[in-house]
């Protein structure tokens, strides 16, 4: 099992493991940055965290029918919004904490060669259409923030009509990443946040999407208005926007808020 499988499965358990009681619905992105974010805020509120890991757009549908969380951590601010709109949000709760970016990794083996300055991509993804490359990884624009940015990027250098059949659909950034490990497809589009990772940095590497080739991945968090532990989320919130912790998701790579 690789150690981003493994870290994934562990916040999963995390519940019923360490008896955690906040419950926080988070986008998959922030797997790697929770795993050191999380012990941090226990340890200086005594606050324990129930974890759930996926993707937005399916926390998004839970919640509205219901699903018992506290705080919800979202890969795209709109699906706050959107509970914001109905009602269900704490009044005056909802805080972008940081700015996704996207990267498109590729294998130590590949044959793939892409123009870039300082990492960033800036002669296009051409290379991708090649017929040498059967399976490209993204999430499921239909419910994941980042794959609909990977879609957009793939529109915005004019190559997304050609490499459509051959895309490969993860139920969340995640498990895409999970493709990407497998060495199964030529090419993953990732959240910066995974890709820095050890294991994903020893099994290939990555170039950054430019900012005007995808809409932002602004991320937002918001208490929810059936949460019954809304002083704990209010500090959580606090914790996830302050200096300590906007350090550690700068150091996976997220772009964050001035404050």
Do not use: C
């Not at 700015?99 to 990492?119: A, C, D, E, H, Y």
């Not at 991945?217 to 002083?231: E, G, M």
């Amino acid at each position: 099992m690789s150690v981003l499988r493994l870290l994934t499965l562990l916040l999963l358990l995390s519940p019923f493991l360490l008896g955690q009681d906040l419950r926080v619905a988070a986008a998959a992105d922030l797997t790697p940055a929770l795993q050191k974010l999380s012990p941090r805020f226990e340890k200086e509120t005594g606050i324990h965290l129930s974890i759930a890991l996926g993707s937005s757009g399916n926390f998004f549908a839970e919640i509205q029918n219901g699903a018992p969380f506290d705080v919800f951590l979202s890969a795209d601010k709109s699906y706050p919004e959107k509970l914001q709109q109905a009602g269900l949000t704490e009044p005056g709760t909802l805080a972008t904490y940081a700015r996704g970016r996207l990267v498109l990794w590729i294998p130590l083996n590949s044959t793939l060669r892409f123009t870039t300055k300082q990492g960033v991509l800036t002669g296009g993804l051409k290379p991708l259409a090649s017929s040498a490359i059967k399976k490209i990884a993204i999430a499921n624009p239909a419910h994941a923030p980042y794959g609909r940015a990977a879609v957009a990027a793939l529109q915005h250098y004019g190559i997304y009509d050609q490499v459509k059949p051959r895309l490969v659909l993860g139920e969340n950034i995640s498990q895409t990443a999970q493709f990407a490990e497998s060495g199964d497809v030529g090419a993953a589009f990732l959240a910066m946040a995974i890709a820095v990772t050890p294991e994903m940095k020893q099994r290939g590497s990555f170039v950054v999407l430019p900012q005007e080739s995808y809409p932002p991945l602004d991320q937002a968090a918001v208490i929810l208005r059936s949460s019954n532990r809304k002083d704990q989320a209010r500090r959580f919130l606090e914790f996830l926007r302050g200096t300590e912790a906007q350090s550690i998701l700068s150091d996976f790579g997220f772009e964050v808020p001035v404050t």
